[in-house]
């Protein structure tokens, strides 16, 4: 375990961000882990965390990559200590900064994961008629409509509150990351789903009511101390509905809705900074890879069309 003063350190650390930068609950507990295995790591030592210099860090990061871990797990947790160093600085708990000059590992850039517009089809067509009742099967294909309409977060999805989307509203409200809004439209079929989940939803609450429970506010209500449908089971029904749909479950999660939501608008024409707003990125430098994923079909559109991509005919 980290020593007293560190685990104080830490959670003060956590404390401030949550304040300062709004951050969510999940990122607060990867940083929490992140710099735990650190402090971890240099008390194994006889060291601590708060007292760490460059060379310690050096040598943690060394540690992690000789247990194998990947370099997106190593350049996360570097980012998270150059974060707490940053923050220990600036509070005046260090005269200096040991990560100020290390350089990470860096991110492999992966493309990331999409399915075709027909896939996704499909997708939506094994939503509306996956579930045991007509309740769950509308439910159902509200979150994948407005998923596929939206490109929200899984996390943004399933704390909708249920106000944000009465009077089928065409833009939608939504607070991301670090307590940011942001608009984004709403399409027909998911407006149109959205208003057949509130009537059964609505139902369901009243009698709920009824019972002695109180109102809920989200628009997907659950039994869960969140209030609402958790992001593990959305993941779960993800992979249920790809399966249905003919999909194999492994090439298929949230995310990679999410990716097909931006990769679509982009081949249609959309413009990168208009898909950075609809997806929420602080930076456009995260919404560019979505260039990447198209870069063969460009490649194929040059070779088809260019008069030079032509094979030539033989001289006689």
């Not at 439910?139 to 977060?153: I, K, M, Q, S, V």
């Amino acid at each position: 375990m980290p020593a007293p003063a560190d685990a104080r350190a830490i959670a003060t650390f956590l404390e401030a961000i949550a304040a300062e930068k709004g951050a969510a609950r999940n990122t607060l507990l990867a940083y929490g882990r992140d710099l735990g295995h650190a402090a971890d790591w240099l008390a194994g030592r006889g060291g601590a965390l708060s007292a760490a210099t460059a060379g310690d860090i050096e040598a943690y990061l060394v540690s992690l990559d000789a247990e194998g871990m990947s370099r997106a797990t190593r350049a996360r947790r570097l980012s998270a200590l150059k974060q707490f160093f940053r923050f220990a600085y600036d509070e005046d708990w260090r005269d200096d900064n040991p990560t100020l000059r290390i350089d990470g590992p860096g991110r492999a850039q992966r493309l990331p994961g999409t399915l075709t517009e027909a896939e996704v089809a499909r997708m939506l067509d094994a939503a509306r008629d996956h579930g045991a009742d007509n309740v769950t099967r509308a439910r159902n294909a509200c979150l994948f409509e407005l998923l596929y309409a939206t490109g929200l977060r899984v996390s943004e999805l399933v704390s909708l509150p249920h106000a944000a989307l009465r009077g089928a509203p065409e833009m939608l409200m939504v607070r991301g990351k670090g307590g940011k809004d942001r608009l984004v439209p709403l399409s027909d079929p998911a407006r149109a789903a959205v208003a057949v989940w509130l009537t059964h939803r609505d139902r369901a609450e009243e009698a709920a009511r009824d019972r002695g429970h109180p109102a809920s506010r989200f628009l997907f209500p659950a039994r869960g101390k969140d209030g609402h449908m958790s992001r593990v089971r959305f993941f779960g029904l993800v992979k249920e509905v790809a399966a249905r749909a003919g999909l194999d479950p492994e090439r298929v999660s949230p995310h990679v809705l999410r990716h097909a939501f931006a990769t679509h608008l982009l081949a249609g024409g959309a413009d990168l900074r208009v898909i950075q707003t609809l997806l929420g990125h602080a930076d456009l430098g995260s919404t560019e890879i979505y260039t990447h994923v198209l870069d063969e079909r460009l490649r194929d559109l040059v070779m088809a069309h260019h008069p030079l991509a032509r094979p030539r005919e033989a001289d006689d």
